[in-house]
């Protein structure tokens, strides 16, 4: 089944402990990209990834940090969390070097932080 | 910088009446998509509209781009409760980077029997 999977779904942690939110697609996709999505925000974009080893600022990016070393997997890293990162996250690929100009976006199922 | 709202935030009506959501984007967009997000669940996408003046229909839902390509409707005709959910507008701006679609802030739809 052609899917977008993160983990974990839900984690509840502390300030200032690392953490590391994985992203994996099945479906041969160049793009990935990571969301984040607040009450009365909508969603946001923290990184994006045109290919293996191409990664670019959102419009979210401070505290966050990503890598693409493999095509599937798309990895969103807290450093050091802090309380206002508390929020749902998404992850989302598509087809196509043209990235989301004219490709839809197949997200995850989401993950729900909180940072104490 | 680019900005995408949309209204109403949030709408309740009775089953069967209609639905209409509004996306207004500050510069002219290249494409706009829509997306469904179902309460607890992730977004799904719904269409894309890249014509100016565009006009797609899936079953009950009518979905428009504006003529100078800055403005997108959906209608939702004689609503269900399947329809409950938030309806996000998403644009690319024309001629900027092609690789960031911009979210609206979304409307929550809420259907009573």
């Known amino acids: 089944e052609a899917q977008v999977t993160q983990n974990p779904r839900y984690l509840i942690t502390v300030t200032g402990k690392k953490l590391t939110v994985t992203c994996s697609q099945n479906m041969n996709h160049e793009y990935m990209s990571w969301y984040r999505q607040d009450p009365g925000l909508g969603l946001r974009q923290i990184y994006y990834?045109?290919?293996?080893?191409?990664?670019d600022k959102g419009d979210v990016p401070e505290g966050y940090k990503v890598s693409r070393k493999e095509k599937r997997n798309f990895p969103l890293i807290l450093e050091s969390p802090s309380p206002n990162q508390t929020s749902l996250y998404f992850c989302?690929?598509?087809?196509?070097?043209?990235?989301?100009?004219?490709?839809?976006?197949?997200f995850g199922p989401g993950t729900r932080l909180t940072v104490l | 910088g680019q900005q995408v709202m949309q209204i109403p935030q949030y709408q309740h009506v009775q089953e069967g009446e209609d639905f209409t959501t509004y996306c207004n984007s500050s510069?002219?967009?290249?494409?706009i998509q829509w997306y469904k997000q179902r309460p607890g669940g992730h977004p799904v996408f719904l269409i894309q509209l890249v014509k100016s003046g565009e006009v797609k229909k899936q079953k009950r839902l009518t979905f428009q781009f504006g003529e100078a390509k800055k403005n997108s409707s959906l209608h939702i005709t004689a609503t269900q409760t399947t329809d409950v959910g938030t309806y996000f507008c998403a644009g690319l701006s024309y001629g900027g980077a092609t690789n960031k679609l911009i979210f609206g802030t979304g409307t929550l739809l809420a259907v009573q029997p």
């Open positions: 989302a690929s598509s087809w196509g070097t043209s990235g989301v100009r004219y490709n839809e976006q197949f």
């Open positions: 510069t002219t967009l290249s494409n």
């Open positions: 990834s045109m290919n293996v080893e191409v990664t």
